[in-house]
C-alpha cells in the first residue's frame, strides 16, 4: 500500500470522513423520502456511467426511492464534480467518485480546481475496482503486447492514443505508459472514455488506455485488441491477455475505482444507510455477474477505508504528473 506522504491532506481527509459521524438533522432519521441524483461527472457510455448505473440501480430497490443516475461531463470531470460539491448536505444529490476527479484533476489544477477532492466530500464506499486495459485498433500492426512496444519504440510520436480527457486517470495511465518504457504516442483527449473508444474502434486513434468496462463489449466483438491488463491475475473472460506486472511493468499494473461521495457535512445517518445499501447491492448475485461481465470486481468498503484509497492514488497521480511535467493544455 502507499504511504500518506501529506500529512496535513490526510489529516483533513480523515476529519471529512469523521465530521459527519455525531452529527444529525431532523429527517436523517426518514432518509430518504424522495428521489436521489447521482451525478456521474463524465458521459454517457464510459465506464463510469456503466458500474454507476448496475450499482445504484440495485441500491434504489433497498431504498425505497428512484435513484437518477445524471452524467456532467466536461473538463476531465470537473464540471460535475464541483456541482456535486456544491450540493446541499442532505443525501438527495450524491456523485460518483473515481481517480481522475478526485486524484489525477488535483495533481494537475492543484490551485485552480473548483472543488476540493480531500475535504469537499464525503466518502460513502467504494463500488467496485476495475482493471484497466491497453488496446488497439485490430488493423494496428502488433499481435501483442511486445509486439506493441517495438513498434511504438520504432516510430516515436507516429501513433495517437485517446482518453477520457486532458488530465483524466486515462490520460495519467497513457503518461505513466510512456514513462516507464521510453516511448512515445500523441494524446488525444476525448470528453469521455465512450467516445473516445468509438473513434479507437473507428481508427481515428490507433491506441485506447482505457477501464475494462467501456471496451470490453468491442474486446470481445473482436473490433479492438487487449494487449494487457492492469490486474493482480488474468482475468477469466480474458484469459490470453497477460497483466502489465507479467510483462515486466507491475508499477503499471493499478487498477481503477468508482465509489459514492456525499458532499461535506452529510449526516452520518444518512451517509450510514447509503453505504448498507450499496453493500446490499454489491453482494446482490446479479449486481455481481453484472460488474464482472464489465470485468468490474465489487468491493463495498468503509467509509475509511475508501477515504484511504482516495488519498493513496491522489499521492500516485502527483508523482506521474510531477515526473512527465504535464500540464493542462
Known amino acids: 500500500m502507499v504511504l500518506l506522504k501529506n500529512k496535513f491532506a490526510a489529516v483533513a481527509l480523515v476529519a471529512s470522513v469523521a465530521s459527519v459521524f455525531g452529527m444529525g438533522t431532523a429527517g436523517a432519521a426518514d432518509y430518504p423520502t424522495q428521489a436521489i441524483r447521482v451525478i456521474v461527472p ?4 464510459g465506464s463510469t456511467d456503466i458500474v454507476a448505473r448496475i450499482v445504484t440501480q440495485r441500491m434504489s430497490q433497498e431504498l425505497g426511492q428512484t435513484v437518477v443516475v445524471e452524467n456532467k461531463g466536461g473538463a476531465g470531470g470537473a464540471i460535475g464534480a464541483a456541482e456535486a460539491a456544491r450540493a446541499k448536505p442532505d443525501g438527495y444529490t450524491l456523485s460518483i467518485a473515481t481517480v481522475s476527479t478526485l486524484a489525477v484533476l488535483p495533481a494537475c489544477r492543484p490551485t485552480d480546481l473548483p472543488y476540493k477532492p480531500l475535504t469537499d466530500f464525503v466518502p460513502v464506499t467504494n463500488f467496485a475496482n476495475v482493471p484497466n486495459v491497453i488496446e488497439v485498433n485490430p ?87 487487449a494487449l494487457a491488463v492492469a490486474w493482480p491475475e488474468r482475468l ?55 460488474l464482472e461481465k464489465q470485468g468490474a470486481a465489487p468491493s463495498g468498503n468503509t467509509p475509511e477505508e475508501f477515504g484511504k484509497e482516495i488519498k493513496e492514488q491522489y499521492d500516485w497521480a502527483k508523482g506521474v504528473v510531477e515526473k512527465g511535467n504535464i500540464k493542462l493544455e
Not at 479507437?200 to 490507433?206: C, L, N, P
Not at 449526516?267 to 453493500?279: K, M, N
Request: charged share 20%.
Open 42 to 45: 463524465f458521459a454517457p457510455g
Open 139 to 225: 488493423k494496428f500492426p502488433a499481435k501483442n503486447f511486445k509486439e506493441f512496444i517495438k513498434v511504438l519504440k520504432d516510430n516515436p510520436g507516429k501513433y495517437s492514443n485517446g482518453s477520457s480527457g486532458t488530465c483524466s486517470v486515462l490520460h495519467l495511465f497513457g503518461e505513466a505508459f510512456k514513462l516507464a518504457t521510453g516511448t512515445d504516442t500523441v494524446h488525444i483527449p476525448y470528453k469521455g472514455s465512450g467516445p473516445a473508444v468509438t473513434d479507437a474502434v473507428g481508427g481515428q486513434i490507433e491506441i485506447m488506455f482505457d477501464n475494462l468496462p467501456s471496451s470490453m463489449a468491442q474486446i470481445q466483438a473482436g473490433n479492438l485488441r
Open 236 to 290: 477469466s473472460n480474458l484469459k490470453d491477455v497477460p497483466t502489465l506486472a507479467e510483462e515486466g511493468y507491475p508499477q503499471l499494473n493499478q487498477p481503477a475505482w468508482y465509489g459514492l461521495l456525499a458532499p461535506k457535512g452529510t449526516p452520518a445517518e444518512i451517509v450510514t444507510r447509503l453505504r448498507d445499501a450499496a453493500v446490499v447491492a454489491l453482494k446482490d448475485p446479479k449486481v455481481i455477474e453484472a
